[in-house]
């Protein structure tokens, strides 16, 4: 794993939409995998400016990790909605080319199985964006003894809820569970991009660093991938 520390959350949201930008330069027609929290923001903010730019997204194809379930996508909480108002209504995207998990899915585990296919299907995902939880999450692969290498229905981490609420009007609102990409779905991407920022992921990035490998901390399994990046603000990096 190689590990970019920069000085702040700017530089590390340009740092990483600079991966993105130039992938999506070289290949007009790659898939990326995206992300949604706060911590990408900043990203697909300086994407949108690229697009301004001249940079051409209208066959570039995205695949997102992770939806509530059950929430509606109009729902502005909602990660499609999430998706919709950072970077895919102000791109020129093709919304058809934008995949997200159906959070409304009536049969999950048939959904779960067709939305692995469709990845297969794109032919694999060039790049793929994460964010880390504080529990060490990446999408939501919750911290468990056993981790689900596909795409599946998960139930939220009481931690996960809680840090979640601070985007819903109350706690009692946050969705307890949803539907994510696997361990295995997520290591289907020739490259992996992760980004922290921020003391709040301090204690991920710390069990991160030490390169051992923990389902207690499911971003550790990322070190089993050939090509991962992980960028990290200062704050984020701590001590190590
Ligand atoms: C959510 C998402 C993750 C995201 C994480 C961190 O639970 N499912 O994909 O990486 O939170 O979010 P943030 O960037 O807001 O800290």
Redesign the pocket.
Known sequence: MKILVVEDYAALSAAGAEILESTVREKPNCVLGL??????IGLYDILVKKYAEGLDFSKVQTVN??EYYPLEPTNEQSYRAFMNMHLFDKININKDNTNVPDGLAADVDKFCGEYEALIDSLGGIDVQL?????NG????NEPADELYPYTHLTALKED?IQ??SRFFENEADVPRS?I?MGMASIFKAKRIVILA?GA??ANAVKTLATGRITTACPATLLHLHPDVTLICDKAAYGNN
């Open positions: 992300a949604t929290g706060e911590t990408p990790l992770d994460l964010g880390i939880g504080r999450h990446i999408g939501f996960t840090a979640n949803a994510t920022s709040g992921k």
